[in-house]
């Protein structure tokens, strides 16, 4: 072998073994959505500011598999990074339950400033058990109930067969409600309605605008029972294997992606509203959620009676 090939075989090997690995992110959201946008502006950012020392390579549009699964990946760390709702995560870390009771939150603002506590580093430290570790929390959203079938009222829920995301927690909600409730992944929503599997589903005004669930269930009722929380949340075994120096370029990334995202939101939440409007959805709002909170007393007796999870909701309550 001549010098020249045995030096470039010897450079090829140790570039190889400099090059870092591509780390797999997943997201459920179609590409022009608030969560994938900001979702690729942090993965630009992480890329220049290590110097590609970490390469990520996101995946939108479930690609990668439905919510349930790839929340497991993750907890697995099969799966590095992503935008994940913490619904279907509840039923693993009991003290996120706390988080997806309705009317937990009195607004966004509020569970921004309870996530970013120090209530919110309790909740991170028990996902960590749990080989999950979020970095930053987005505009989930309030969600709402929608149906093929006038919803004027909270009592025209009851009868009825709702799609949830697959927590306990929800379908303990809609049961309250006196409704049915069918866990299903988020990508087989509208068929389901469609075929009448459910009558509807409830979401915020962008996933219910992105995925059409409007065409096939325009009946729309704003009671803001819950705002999920949702952000990018690493696998443990991941973020483990960064530098100190990298943990802390990631996390600003991260951080820095969620204000945007949260801007995007503001923006796309405004323009679904406008899009389902347009396209003849009726849309009741003003009612009082005052019997809606009311029917969740079984459900807060259920979830947040651990010892754990009723402090953690006491803390809630008393953040401003
Ligand atoms: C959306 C959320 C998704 C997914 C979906 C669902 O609002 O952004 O991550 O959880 O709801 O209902 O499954």
């Known amino acids: 072998m001549n010098k020249i090939l045995k030096f470039s075989i010897a450079a090829a090997l140790v570039a190889g073994t400099a090059q870092a690995q591509e780390l797999r992110g997943w997201n459920t959201h179609v590409p ?5 946008i900001a979702l690729d502006r942090f ?17 939108h549009g479930a690609t990668l598999g439905e919510g349930e699964f790839a929340t497991e990946q993750l907890q697995f760390g099969a799966l590095d990074y992503g935008v994940f709702s913490t619904a279907p995560m509840v ?25 970013e506590g120090p209530i ?20 989930s959203g309030s969600r709402s109930f929608y149906a093929n079938a006038p919803l004027n009222s909270v009592e025209d829920i009851a009868g009825k067969k709702f799609r949830v995301q697959n927590s306990d927690i929800n379908v303990a909600m809609v049961e309250a409600l006196g409704a049915n409730a069918t866990p299903l992944p988020f990508g087989e929503v ?4 469609q ?24 009946y729309y009722i704003i009671d803001n029972h819950t705002i999920v929380p949702e952000g990018i949340i690493f696998a443990k075994t991941t973020w483990d294997k960064f530098s100190p120096e990298d943990q802390a370029i990631v996390r600003a990334a991260a951080q820095e992606a969620a204000i945007y995202q949260r801007e995007l939101w503001a923006a796309r939440e405004t323009k679904s509203r406008e899009i389902v409007e347009a396209a003849g959805v009726t849309i009741v709002e003003g009612i009082d959620t005052t019997t809606f ?26 953040t401003e």
């Open 32 to 36: 022009d959505y608030p969560v994938s």
């Open 43 to 59: 993965v630009e950012m992480v890329e220049e500011r290590t110097d590609g020392r970490i390469q990520m390579q996101n995946y």
């Open 91 to 115: 039923n693993t870390v009991k003290e996120l339950g706390v988080t997806s009771l309705p009317y937990v939150f009195k607004d966004p603002e509020h569970q921004y400033r309870v996530l």
């Open 120 to 139: 919110g580093e309790d909740i991170a430290a028990a996902m960590g058990e749990a080989n999950m570790v979020p970095l930053s929390w987005f505009a």
């Open 190 to 193: 509208y068929t389901s309605i």
């Open 195 to 218: 075929s009448g599997v459910v009558d509807g589903a409830e979401n915020n005004w962008p996933s219910y605008e992105s995925t059409g669930h409007f065409e096939v269930a325009p």
């Open 293 to 318: 909170a009311e029917k969740m007393g079984p459900v807060y007796e259920q979830f947040a009676s651990d010892p754990v999870v009723a402090d953690l909701l006491k803390r809630i309550q008393a």
